[in-house]
């Protein structure tokens, strides 16, 4: 009994023991079957990875293959550019070699031509060697007696200056002075006459300014230096220098030209430096009482510029203390002005002042003196307009 107690208990062991081995090995299995899942998941994972490398690789390889094949093809194309300029610039470079030779070969044919001109103006001037020496001389010569002649008239002039009277106590007037002498200048005839400016009647500025007699310089303006915006005694007694600008004085011109029947000759030069002049056959200034009215005569017709003087005829003289404001000429309204040389502006022609007149001077001198006869040279009841 307790022998089969015994093997009953060792079966039962057995049984147990087997059991658990079965158990274990049953578990042992499940766990290999598991491993090898993931063996072989692995290998199929790892399969894949080698499946997208390799697929990535020919992509990479099939880029690499075309882009070869295209920069083959650049490099083709630019090395035929390249050959087809290098054979262009080979022909730019023989057409160049061929004009250059070309080129030489016409200077050379040029200085040949030009050796031949030289050698003919060789020639030629050899041949002409002798009359120009001549013709040299000849001008030579001529030049020679210009100059001996321009010295003999610079000498004749100087002498004349050098030998010449500028004090003439014996004569009244710049037209008695000798017209062979014809030197101008200050000078000084019979005794001094002097008014309340200490200004000498007898003291003139005497000028050879056409044939025939001298005149007498009443009034000047040149760089317009002096101002002829003066008052009524200053223009009554005159102002300024003999020797530069000036205005004579009215009442030293009005007994001047009431002691003979005197013309009148006005000198005038534009910006241009064009001189012009106009003469007229009878000037004179009535007394200081009547304003010394202006009494003027017709002008001549050679004069070289127009008239714009006899618009004035018998206005009277008018300075800057008038009430009109005009300075130093003859007016009735000086807005109306044909002419003023002693203005702010020299105007001649028109109050506008069209001929931009710069310098100016007045002169007169005694008809007796003058060979020009002019038939009825003032008619008092005429119109003098343009």
């Known amino acids: 009994m307790r022998l089969s107690m015994a093997l009953l208990f060792a079966l039962i062991a057995i049984l147990l023991t087997l059991g658990a081995s079965g158990a274990a090995t049953a578990k ?12 072989r998941n692995a290998q199929e994972q790892q399969q894949r990875s080698l499946l997208n490398v390799e697929f990535k690789l020919n992509r990479v390889i ?41 080129s030489f070969q016409w200077k050379n044919e040029l200085a040949q031509k030009m050796e031949e001109m030289h050698s003919m103006l060789a020639l030629l001037v050899t041949k002409s060697q002798v009359p ?51 030197v101008d200048g200050v000078y000084k005839f019979l005794e001094p006459e002097l008014n309340e400016k200490q200004r000498d009647l007898n003291e003139r500025y005497c000028a050879f300014a056409t044939t025939g007699a001298a005149w007498t310089v009443i009034q000047r303006r040149t760089e317009q230096l002096e101002n002829f915006n003066r008052s009524w005694d200053e223009y ?34 534009d910006q241009l430096d064009v001189k012009v002049w106009a003469e007229y056959a009878i000037f004179r200034l009535d007394s ?9 005569g017709k002008m001549d017709d050679n004069s070289s510029t127009l008239d714009a003087l006899s618009y004035h005829n018998g206005m009277d003289f008018r300075s800057s203390d008038w009430d009109g404001g005009c300075s130093g000429w003859w ?15 020299i105007i001649w022609g028109n109050s506008r002042n069209e001929y931009l007149i710069k310098t100016s001077r007045m002169l007169i001198r005694p008809r007796s003196f003058n060979s020009l006869n002019t038939d009825e040279v003032y008619d008092e009841d005429s119109a003098y307009g343009f």
């Not at 920069?71 to 250059?100: C, M, P, V």
């Not at 007016?331 to 002693?342: G, I, M, T, V």
Request: aromatic letters at 8%; proline letters at 1%.
């Open 132 to 182: 120009r020496e001549r013709q040299r001389q000849n001008e030579n010569g001529a030049l020679e007696a210009e100059s001996e002649q321009m010295s003999e008239i610079k000498a004749t002039k100087e002498s004349n200056q050098a030998n010449v009277e500028y004090l003439q106590p014996a004569k009244a007037d710049c037209a008695e002075l000798d017209v062979q002498q014809r």
């Open 288 to 296: 200081e009482s009547f304003n010394y009215q202006l009494v003027i």
């Open 62 to 102: 099939s880029k690499l293959l075309s882009f070869t094949h295209i920069k083959q093809g650049d490099s083709l194309r630019e090395l035929a550019g390249n050959l087809s300029k290098a054979l262009d610039s080979w022909e730019q470079t023989q057409d160049r070699i061929n004009q250059l030779q070309l």
């Open 236 to 269: 009554r007694s005159g102002f300024g220098s003999l020797e530069s600008d000036f205005w004579y004085g009215n009442e030293f011109i009005h007994r001047l030209v009431y002691r003979d029947d005197y013309e009148l000759r006005i000198e005038l030069q």
């Open 331 to 345: 007016f009735d309204r000086c807005l109306e002005a044909q002419s003023n040389l002693n203005g702010q502006r």
């Open 28 to 39: 042992s299995r499940s766990l290999m079957e598991q491993q090898l899942m993931l063996v």
